[in-house]
């Protein structure tokens, strides 16, 4: 049960023994009834059950909806094969893609709508994919994992990008050049350690991530991690204590 939810029955279980020891003195006496507001509290306190299961149930149907949209397309993938079924996947999440040759975006729109013309481009490469902003996740990474010629990732304020995913990227690590994880806010010091692997990415953007705690000493650890990919890390308070840096540092040791 998460804290709010936990607060709320705290506060429920208080008001229920409260109402019931009022509920016994005005069965008890021939006192006029509880006032309104404590009238609704006793319906409140009666009802806390069944709204707790309705946000269980909410909160397992969206955990289901989102393991459902980053499902491994095998299925488009053994009839249209390896590049339109990761194609497919990316529209399918409202993000796009440039195949490698070619000029020419292929976007979904805000409804999920999109041009199916990405067909006529069988068994040719993705070089440039935007992810950004959609609920792509660990698992739905693997319908990428085939596209060794992958040069531009854009992840950029995806909810739930977080440290696994980053580890992952290693398939990539021959070809990907251009990464963007901004505004993510699961990532953590511990991801970023795994970007080690990167060894020809020229470009990375950091900006903006919440999970860091000493953004300056992360990025100067960075930096000595992938000496020729070129920072971007804005968004920051570059004015935190020693004690916190300290302690980003020795995890990212760890993790080196």
Request: charged share 20%; proline share 4%.
């Amino acid at each position: 049960m998460s804290a709010p939810l936990t607060s709320l029955h705290r506060c429920c279980q208080r008001s229920a023994l409260l109402l019931h020891v009022a509920r016994q003195r005005w069965s008890s006496s021939s006192a006029s009834p509880p006032p309104l507001h404590t009238r609704l509290l006793l319906f409140l306190t009666q009802r806390f059950y069944d709204v707790e299961m309705l946000l269980s149930w909410r909160s397992q149907l969206m955990r289901n909806q989102l393991q459902k949209k980053n499902a491994y397309y095998g299925y488009t993938q053994r009839f249209y094969g390896l590049d339109l079924a990761s194609a497919y996947f990316i529209l399918s999440l409202k993000g796009g893609f440039r195949f490698a040759g070619q000029s020419e975006w292929f976007y979904a729109d805000q409804k999920g709508k999109f041009s199916w013309d990405f067909l006529n481009h069988k068994d040719t490469l993705l070089e440039e994919v935007d992810m950004s902003y959609t609920v792509i996740n660990y698992r739905g990474l693997c319908n990428l994992e085939g596209q060794r010629s992958l040069r531009t990732l854009k992840l950029r304020g995806c909810p739930e990008v977080d440290d696994w995913l980053l580890a992952r990227l290693h398939v990539f690590q021959d070809s990907l050049e251009d990464l963007d994880i901004s505004h993510c806010p699961r990532i953590t010091t511990g991801g970023l350690a795994a970007l080690r692997n990167l060894k020809g990415l020229k470009r990375l953007d950091v900006s903006s991530l919440p999970g860091i705690l000493s953004p300056g000493l992360v990025i100067i650890l960075l930096e000595e991690m992938l000496p020729q990919c070129q920072i971007t890390a804005t968004g920051y308070d570059y004015s935190l204590n020693d004690a916190q840096g300290e302690e980003e540092e020795e995890h990212m040791q760890r993790q080196r």
